[in-house]
T-cell receptor
Framework: DGGITQSPKYLFRKEGQNVTLSCEQN?????MYWYRQDPGQGLRLIYYSQIVNDFQKGDIAEGYSVSREKKESFPLTVTSAQKNPTAFYLC?????????????FGPGTRLLVL | AQSVTQLDSQVPVFEEAPVELRCNYSSSVSVYLFWYVQYPNQGLQLLLKYLSGSTLVKGINGFEAEFNKSQTSFHLRKPSVHISDTAEYFCAVNIRINNDMRFGAGTRLTVKP
């Protein structure tokens, strides 16, 4: 089955700790995205990647970092600089970079702060 | 920049009743329009999208939406809802000349027996 997997499903972060959220897709998609979802708000873009070895900041990139060394993988690191990391994080991909493209979403990772 | 307003944060409705979820957008340039559905603790799934052509777009699960350029709206409708349609629905707008998707805050549809 083709799709997007995210792990873990739940993640707990201690003060001052960096944590990494995994996102893998086997759809052979070029573009990948990370969104943050807070209750009562829509999705906000953290980072995106148009193609392997490229990534760009989205609207709320501060306190986050990403890499795109492989086409199928786009991990997100939540650093200690992100002061309010509690949220639901969604990874998505699209076949190509373009406004008309459908974005396919993973099941999400819920990050909680201890 | 473009923006999206979903006019109702919650819509309760009885099973087999019709439903309309309202979405208005603002943009100074041409856009593409999307509706996504999110079931509890899951990712989003595309219901339908408008790119061009007929302003009435049919999607999955019996949903449809109509693009109204003059009113800058893209309302989602279903003639008869099921319990299984209980979910959060997101309207999204993307500018044609770049890829800058903006999502509305969501409408929680609750279908009651």
């Amino acid at each position: 089955d083709g799709g997007i997997t995210q792990s873990p499903k739940y993640l707990f972060r201690k003060e001052g700790q960096n944590v990494t959220l995994s996102c893998e897709q086997n759809l052979n998609h070029d573009a990948m995205y990370w969104y943050r979802q807070d209750p009562g708000q829509g999705l906000r873009l953290i980072y995106y990647s148009q193609i392997v070895n490229d990534f760009q900041k989205g609207d709320i990139a501060e306190g986050y970092s990403v890499s795109r060394e492989k086409k199928e993988s786009f991990p997100l690191t939540v650093t200690s600089a992100q002061k309010n990391p509690t949220a639901f994080y969604l990874c998505a991909s699209s076949l190509r970079w373009g406004a008309e493209e459908t974005q396919y979403f993973g099941p999400g990772t819920r990050l909680l702060v201890l | 920049a473009q923006s999206v307003t979903q006019l109702d944060s919650q819509v309760p409705v009885f099973e087999e009743a019709p439903v309309e979820l309202r979405c208005n957008y603002s943009s100074s340039v041409s856009v593409y329009l999307f509706w996504y559905v999110q079931y509890p603790n899951q990712g989003l799934q595309l219901l339908l999208k408008y790119l061009s052509g007929s302003t009435l777009v049919k999607g999955i699960n019996g949903f449809e939406a109509e693009f109204n350029k003059s009113q800058t709206s893209f309302h989602l409708r279903k003639p008869s809802v099921h319990i299984s349609d209980t979910a959060e629905y997101f309207c999204a707008v993307n500018i044609r000349i770049n890829n800058d998707m903006r999502f509305g805050a969501g409408t929680r549809l609750t279908v009651k027996p």
